[in-house]
């Protein structure tokens, strides 16, 4: 990995993928140009935005370097284009920047100092700081309070059941279980800095990110492959970010969302999980929850079967790609 020859300082990369992110890409952008730690590039990747995306990146700053596709071929695709950047410029990490998402001053400062850290000496593939829920804009720096105080979106990814990943204290008070620096399985995509090293480590296919997942949890297969790699990440509670997810209270979420979200994780079991009784019930409980989609969101249903469909050879080539390999899940 290269040293900037300016700063002394290792190569960081920052992008962000958007899409109609309209206004919203000010805020993000403005907190990225505030970075205490030295940028090697800030990029933007913008997905045949139709509305003024272009134009606000433009208008922002000459550090901002913006690549406009001709089509909207997802999240992946896209944060995949500036991975190959990074890694033909010798970056050494690269941080995934979400436009709903807005950085402390120090975030990546913060988290390029526990890169060397007491922790360097692990396999770590990845950082992330302290995720917390934005729910409005104007609020003040982006702080979402409850009578408890400030309420978390990612302390980093964990192991749930059946196979599921969630974002770790996802909607708990602010506490002292999430103070202290610490190893989690994942970071979510969100905020995430990336070690180019891992990145190459866990290519397949030519793709980083899966690009058959047009939308959702790309950021979690990633891990699983880290993991099978024998990668892990970590959470450094002193970088702060906000994050203003796209769901809205007592709004459901649409037919796409529902239908990308239940089939790319089926794609992740078929894929990754091992032959064993708990991966019998896990696809048991799969099938329940298909069903229930079927009840309730008929639409949703028919688009995640057809997802499957469209994703069963590449999961059994990921499987095969990985067969000596398989996860620790929860002793499972």
């Given at each position: ?11 960081v990369?920052?992008?962000v993928?958007s ?24 990029l ?8 003024n995306?272009f134009e606000?990146?433009?208008?922002m700053?000459?550090?901002?370097e ?60 990845g ?33 749930g ?25 994942g ?5 995430a ?138 002793g499972?």
């Amino acid at each position: 990995m290269l040293i900037d020859v300016v700063t002394g300082t290792q190569r960081v990369q920052v992008q962000v993928v958007s899409y109609n992110s309209g206004e919203k890409l000010r805020e993000v952008l403005q907190s990225i140009l505030q970075q205490t730690y030295p940028l090697h590039r800030i990029l933007v990747i913008d997905n045949a935005s139709s509305d003024n995306s272009f134009e606000v990146c433009r208008e922002m700053s000459d550090r901002i370097e913006v690549i406009s596709l001709p089509e909207n071929k997802g999240y992946a695709f896209a944060h995949n284009l500036g991975f190959r950047m990074a890694l033909s410029d010798g970056c050494h990490a690269v941080l995934t920047v979400n436009p709903d998402v807005i950085l402390s001053p120090s975030y990546v400062a913060e988290l390029m100092e526990s890169e060397s850290g007491p922790v360097h000496s692990r396999r770590i593939g990845g950082w992330t700081g302290k995720l917390l829920r934005q729910e409005e804009p104007s609020q003040a720096a982006g702080m979402t309070t409850s009578s408890a105080g400030p309420i978390l979106d990612s302390a980093g990814l964990e192991e749930g059941a059946f196979y599921h990943v969630v974002d770790r204290g996802s909607k708990q008070p602010d506490g002292d279980e999430y103070a202290e620096a610490c190893t989690v399985w994942g970071v979510c995509g969100a905020a995430a800095l990336y070690s180019t090293q891992m990145l190459r480590d866990v290519e397949w296919n030519g793709q980083f990110l899966d690009e058959s997942f047009f939308l959702y949890k790309e950021d979690v297969d990633l891990a699983w492959r880290a993991n099978l790699k024998g990668w892990t990440f970590f959470y450094q509670p002193k970088a702060l970010a906000w994050h203003r997810r796209g769901w809205r209270r007592g709004q459901p979420p649409s037919p796409k969302a529902v239908a990308h979200s239940f089939a790319n994780q089926v794609s992740m079991v078929v894929s990754y999980a091992p032959i064993a009784p708990h991966t019998f019930v896990s696809i048991l409980v799969e099938c329940v929850r298909w069903l229930m989609i079927r009840l309730r969101a008929p639409e949703a249903a028919k688009m995640a079967r057809k997802l499957i469909r469209q994703h069963w050879r590449i999961s059994l080539q990921k499987r095969a790609a990985y067969r000596d390999v398989r996860p620790r899940w929860g002793g499972a």
